[in-house]
Nanobody
Framework: QLQLVESGGGLVQPGGSLRLSCAASGFHLNYYSVGWFRQAPGKEREGVSCISLFGGRTNYSDSVKGRFTISRDDAKNTVHLQMNSLKPEDTAVYYC?????????????WGKGTLVTVSS
């Protein structure tokens, strides 16, 4: 089965850090651009970050720029999102998605999400 599986979510205090992972099964992530999205209750899903197919470009939403870092580990067929200086407003279910280009709206594969809760 072709799928993406997110992991690494959990409960952290404000100012803490988490490292999310997006692992692919049945296909090679190095053939895709990979984006991270998040959705909080009552809010629309928003793009957080994306890394290009060849790894030469990354982008971040204004709300996370300077705090989050996206990276690829091709040997493990995985993309990571390092999240530092977490804020309560970062609380959401985080999803990864594989697609052609970071600017492409259509998504080839979605993960089922991992919950991040930032609270004291």
């Amino acid at each position: 089965q072709l799928q993406l599986v997110e992991s690494g979510g959990g409960l952290v205090q404000p100012g803490g850090s988490l490292r999310l992972s997006c692992a692919a099964s049945g296909f090679h992530l190095n053939y895709y651009s990979v984006g991270w999205f998040r959705q909080a209750p009552g809010k629309e899903r928003e793009g957080v970050s994306c890394i290009s197919l060849f790894g030469g470009r990354t982008n971040y939403s204004d709300s996370v720029k300077g705090r989050f870092t996206i990276s690829r580990d091709d040997a493990k067929n995985t993309v990571h999102l390092q999240m530092n200086s977490l804020k309560p407003e970062d609380t959401a279910v985080y999803y990864c998605a594989a697609k052609n280009l970071c600017d492409t709206i259509a998504v080839d594969y979605w993960g089922k999400g991992t919950l991040v809760t930032v609270s004291s």
